[in-house]
C-alpha cells in the first residue's frame, strides 16, 4: 500500500520560498507510469492543482503558479519536493502531495502551510 | 485552462434520497474526469475516474456518466456517511483543474 507524507516548515515569511517534501513509502517512486503532484487547498475552499512531475521527470505545472513553481524529484530518497517562490498571505493554505495517473487514488494526509511575518 | 464548473454549490437531501451533482467542462475532456468525496480535515477520496468507473472499495450507490462536456455524479440512497463536499477533477490536459465543490448537507 503506497503512503505519502508532506514535511516542511509550517510557517514562511511573505516573499519567501516555501520548500516542502513528499516522502513516498510502500513502493519506489520511479517504477511504474504515474504522476506525482502537489494540490492545495486553502482554509475553507476547493481544491487547486499545483503542477506534477512524471517518473521521467517531466513536469507541468498550474498556468496561474507556472512562474513561481519548480517540483522535483530525488529517486534516491524516494521522494519528490515542492519550491513555490515570492509567497504571499493568498499561497497560505493545507499542502497535499498526490500520485496518480490522471485520477489521484494515493494522497498525503496534507501539511497547513502559513505565511506571515 | 480547462475551467470546471459546479452545480449546485450547496445541497441539502435526506438520507435514502437520491440527488445529482453536475460539472460542466469548458471544452471537449472526452471522458477524462475524475469525482472526490472530502471530509473536513481529510484528503480527498477517489469515487469515479474516467467519467463512469467505479473504484475499488466504493460503495455501489455511487455512479457517473457524462462526456464530453457535461458530467454528473448521482448517489442513490443517501447514507449518513455521504454527507462530505464532492469535487470534480478534469484530466485530459498537460494541466488538470478541479471542480469549485458541492457540499452536501442534511435537510
Known amino acids: 500500500q503506497v503512503q505519502l507524507q508532506e514535511s516542511g516548515p509550517g510557517l514562511v515569511k511573505p516573499s519567501q520560498t516555501l520548500s516542502l517534501t513528499c516522502t513516498v513509502s510502500?513502493?519506489?517512486?520511479?517504477?511504474?507510469?504515474?504522476?506525482w503532484s502537489w494540490i492545495r487547498q486553502p482554509a475553507g475552499k476547493g481544491l487547486e492543482w499545483i503542477g506534477r512531475i512524471y517518473t521521467s521527470g517531466s513536469t507541468n505545472y498550474n498556468p496561474s503558479l507556472k512562474s513561481r513553481v519548480t517540483i522535483s524529484v530525488d529517486t534516491s530518497k524516494n521522494q519528490f519536493s515542492l519550491n513555490l517562490s515570492s509567497v504571499t498571505a493568498a499561497d497560505t493554505a493545507v499542502y497535499y502531495c498526490?500520485?496518480?495517473?490522471?485520477?489521484?487514488?494515493?494522497w498525503g494526509q496534507g501539511t497547513l502551510v502559513t505565511v506571515s511575518s | 485552462d480547462i475551467q470546471m464548473t459546479q452545480s449546485p454549490s450547496t445541497l441539502s437531501a435526506s438520507v435514502g434520497d437520491r440527488v445529482t451533482i453536475t460539472c460542466r467542462a469548458s471544452q471537449s475532456i472526452s471522458s477524462w474526469l475524475a469525482w472526490y468525496q472530502q471530509k473536513p480535515g481529510k484528503a480527498p477520496k477517489l469515487l469515479i475516474y474516467?467519467?463512469?468507473s467505479l473504484e475499488s472499495g466504493v460503495p455501489s450507490r455511487f455512479s457517473g456518466s457524462g462526456s464530453g462536456t457535461e458530467f454528473s455524479l448521482t448517489i442513490s440512497g443517501l447514507q449518513p456517511d455521504d454527507f462530505a463536499t464532492y469535487y470534480c477533477q478534469q484530466h485530459n490536459s498537460y494541466s488538470y483543474s478541479f471542480g469549485q465543490g458541492t457540499k452536501l448537507e442534511i435537510k
Open positions: 474516467k467519467a463512469s
Open positions: 498526490a500520485r496518480g495517473y490522471g485520477s489521484i487514488n494515493y
Open positions: 510502500g513502493g519506489s517512486i520511479s517504477s511504474g507510469s504515474y504522476y
